[in-house]
């Protein structure tokens, strides 16, 4: 009897144990799930904070509605740090952030000169990072670290699509003016390729210095070659200078087809009614007319925070929740976050679709062309030029 | 190459010419009667640009849209006040400064340049960007083929030459033209034959000044584009074309004003590897001709330098 009683006792207290501790088990994990960091890094002080904050709150959106997911395996936190926009700064911050063994990934830098400066420092500690607004091609290709992606495009990018769009349009023939600092002599021989394999023709390149003040021989030179357009690859000051110097040698009936160094209010401002009818471009594209931007903009809106997102902070929270999206898949492991990341093919992101190269750039990156139009600067695609009620200059 | 357009580049050419020249011969009158180099001349210029700009807003917003009347008060106020800033600046940083050795002027002035630059790139509104320079001449142009002959540019060119006529009448044919010969002649026997050594000090640095106001207006009026950094540039080109020329001689200065644009404007057409070297290529020629004649194509007459 005591021996059946003790023994019934005892498969009760173990099935009670047992299904005790399996209770535990399922109830902790949904209360208290493991915490995982993850890291982002932008210019929180200084003279581009307005961006480095905007894409901090992005960032910092996406790590939020990932928490607030039940489905979710992991509960993140995210590092906020602060490069300042400079290289040195940068470069301490990113190694204090890739030291730190439990932070799995991290969506970096606004500026170029710090996210160039940063990429050893991320290879050498095996730390997978994605851009989410520096430019220079170089950040992705000078190396092929397979720790470095991103998500916003290149002038690589931006000189595709203004090669495609002036193509579509009817200019065959082109003059090319650009600065000799690199970032004009990188449009040049990006704009010059893309054009290339679309058949178009550059008839002469004229590389000027960036404070000239007379374009007048080059711009003659050009007017004897007499092409359809003139590609500009260099920033505002020069490129009113151009544009008003085509007017004086009669040269109103050639597209000015510019890029992203030109887009701004001063440009306008500097020329007024000449302005009309110039092209540029930017690497990426306002917040609302992003596949989901509406969403976007939504949500960020519900958190009340004290910044707007600014212009790249979409691609801040595409960058974030990639990287939430592989943790979930792989663990909190880096390398096999690593290895997720460099796999991204069309995957859909509230920036439109993602697909990494070899070096980890997206390839198929937004970018926005926009027509000076009345005085402001135009989504193409919204302009009464693409609607084919004004005709750009030269334009058949 | 087709005839239009080297009539063109020639056009192109003799208007950036004839901004140097301007320049140049303000460089050559300081030399002249203080042996002094002012190198606050560019940035002088800037001023006078945005000064004339200033003033043409100033108009606008008083209502009176005539471009005659306009142009002539943006003329009369920019010069004016560049006369009246390069006595000051003679006043107070050149003449203070005669006994120093003259590298110490040369400092002064150019850290004085560097002043006026930033000034205007702080404190007119919105400084660092490019301005737009109001159109007040007539815009019609004659196409000769590729040539695009503009009445503007015409009336520019002919304005520029008949100041320069103007400042040679000035120096040889009055009596202030005379004293300011007499001082740069020979300072001493100048004062001891009654001329008011401080005064045509100061009169020859407004002199300069308002020619330095002329080509910033000249400059506004053909580029329709004004900067804080125009006078920079066009300071260090006035100074090479006014030492190429002679220091000191007036024709010198305007025979190096033309011809750096010539070379200039030689460099980006005739040579294969293009436009990014013309620069290169012009200061390459003033250095050739310095080496050729290190006291300048016409040297000062009398050097009287012991």
């Keep these: ?396 | 190459m087709d005839v239009g357009l080297i009539a063109q580049f020639a056009m192109n050419g003799l208007m950036l010419g004839m901004m140097y020249a301007l320049v140049a011969v303000g460089f050559t009158l300081f030399f002249g009667v203080l042996d002094v180099i002012k190198f606050s001349h560019g940035d002088v210029l800037t001023v006078g640009a945005f000064a004339a700009l200033a003033s043409f807003i100033g108009l606008e917003a008083l209502g009176v849209h005539s471009a005659a009347l306009q142009l002539l008060t943006m003329v009369a106020v920019s010069v004016g006040a560049m006369a009246a800033l390069g006595a000051v600046v003679a006043r107070a940083f050149v003449l203070p400064l005669r006994s120093a050795p003259a590298l110490n002027t040369l400092l002064i002035t150019l850290m004085l340049g560097t002043v006026l630059r930033e000034s205007v790139r702080l404190f007119y509104p919105d400084g660092a960007n490019p301005k737009p320079f109001p159109r007040l001449l007539p815009a019609s142009s004659l196409g000769i083929g590729n040539f695009n002959l503009r009445l503007d540019n015409m009336i520019l060119l002919v304005a520029g030459i008949l100041v320069i006529v103007g400042v040679q009448f000035l120096l040889n044919r009055t009596r202030l033209g005379l004293a300011i010969r007499a001082v740069a002649q020979d300072e001493e026997t100048a004062r001891t034959m009654g001329v008011n050594f401080n005064a045509i000090v100061l009169v020859t640095f407004a002199l300069g000044s308002a020619l330095a106001a002329f080509a910033g207006v000249m400059n506004g009026l053909y580029y329709n584009e004004i900067n804080f950094g125009i006078g920079l540039y066009l300071g260090v080109v006035g100074f090479s074309a006014a030492i190429i020329g002679g220091l000191g001689s007036i024709y010198g200065a305007i025979l190096g004003g033309f011809l750096f644009a010539a070379a200039q404007t030689i460099g980006a057409v005739a040579l294969p590897f293009a436009s990014a070297y013309k620069d290169v290529f012009a200061f390459a020629v003033v250095i050739a001709l310095m080496a050729w004649r290190p006291t300048g194509l016409i040297p000062e007459k009398l050097s009287e330098r012991v």
Aim: proline share 4%.
């Design chain 1, 1 to 396: 009897m005591t021996g059946r009683r003790r023994l019934a006792l005892a498969i009760l207290s173990a099935g009670l144990i047992g299904f005790g501790a399996i209770g535990f088990d399922a109830t902790g994990q949904a209360v208290a799930k493991d915490k995982v960091k993850v890291g982002f890094i932008g210019p929180l002080t200084g003279g581009t904070s307005a961006n480095g904050l905007g894409g901090r709150n992005s960032a910092d959106l996406a790590v939020r509605l990932r928490n607030a997911d039940p489905k979710a395996k992991y509960s993140y936190e995210m590092i906020g740090l602060d490069d300042e926009c400079k290289p040195n700064v940068g470069v301490q911050q990113a190694t204090k952030l890739a030291a730190d063994k439990d932070v799995i990934a991290a969506a970096t830098h606004y500026c170029s000169a710090v996210a160039i400066a940063t990429v050893d420092v991320y290879h050498k500690f095996g730390l997978p990072v994605i851009v989410w607004g520096a430019v220079l091609p170089d950040i992705t290709y000078r190396n092929k670290y397979p720790e470095v992606h991103r998500v916003n495009g290149t002038m690589i990018n931006q000189n595709q699509h203004n090669a495609e769009l002036v193509s579509k349009l009817g200019y065959k023939t082109f003059a090319v003016i650009h600065d000799t600092t690199d970032y004009g002599k990188g449009h040049n021989k990006y704009f010059s390729e893309a054009l290339a394999k679309l058949g178009g023709k550059i008839l002469g390149t004229f590389g000027v210095t960036s404070d000239q003040q007379d374009f007048n021989a080059e711009l003659t030179q050009i007017k004897a070659l007499n092409p359809q357009a003139i590609y500009f690859g260099g920033l505002t000051p020069i490129g009113v200078r151009v544009r008003a110097q085509m007017d004086k040698l009669g040269l109103n009936n050639i597209l000015f087809d510019a890029t992203s160094g030109i887009k701004s209010d001063a440009y306008i401002e500097g020329l007024g009614k000449l302005a009309e009818g110039t092209l540029s471009y930017i690497e990426g594209a306002p917040t609302e007319r992003l596949p989901g931007g509406k969403f976007f903009m939504e949500k960020y809106a519900a958190q009340n925070y004290p910044n707007p997102p600014e212009a790249y902070g979409a691609f801040a929270f595409a960058a974030m929740t990639l990287i939430l999206d592989a943790v979930e898949q792989a663990g909190p492991d880096r390398k096999k976050v690593m290895a997720i990341l460099n796999n991204v093919k069309d995957r859909d992101s509230i920036v439109g679709k993602v697909s990494f190269d070899d070096h980890g750039q997206n390839t198929v990156a937004a970018i926005t062309a926009f027509v000076a139009q009345d005085g402001k600067w135009v989504v193409w695609e919204d302009s009464e030029y693409a609607a084919g009620k004004r005709k750009l200059p030269g334009q058949k």
